[in-house]
Nanobody
Framework: QVQLVESGGGLVQAGGSLRLSCAAS????????MGWFRQAPGKEREFVAA????????DYSDSVKGRFTISRDNAKNAVYLQMNSLKPEDTAVYYC?????????????????WGKGTLVTVSS
């Protein structure tokens, strides 16, 4: 059974940093695109960042570009999201995702695998 398990969420003050981790199990994700989405209270889920299987392609939403960095460790079947200069509007549940199509993840298409999410709360 494929599982994506996020960790690293929590409460942080505006301007602070957090690093989210996602551990994948149940298959080898080294050839899959990995990414992050988020859903703020009362809002639709939105794309945050994606990284191709070999790291050759990365994309970020305009709202996080320059502040967030996605990375992955294929040997550990893991993906990370370093979040710096956090703002109250970054408050959301953050979801790890994986799909064999990069364009599906970046385009918020029908993604194969989702984690259950980790809550990030940024206080002002």
């Amino acid at each position: 059974q494929v599982q994506l398990v996020e960790s690293g969420g929590g409460l942080v003050q505006a301007g602070g940093s957090l690093r989210l981790s996602c551990a994948a199990s149940g298959r080898t994700f080294s050839t899959y695109t990995m990414g992050w989405f988020r859903q703020a209270p009362g809002k639709e889920r939105e794309f945050v960042a994606a990284m191709s299987w070999n790291g050759g392609r990365k994309d970020y939403s305009d709202s996080v570009k320059g502040r967030f960095t996605i990375s992955r460790d294929n040997a550990k079947n893991a993906v990370y999201l370093q979040m710096n200069s956090l703002k109250p509007e970054d408050t959301a549940v953050y979801y790890c995702v994986s799909d064999d199509s990069y364009t599906t993840v970046v385009g918020s298409g029908r993604i194969d695998y989702w984690g259950k999410g980790t809550l990030v709360t940024v206080s002002s």
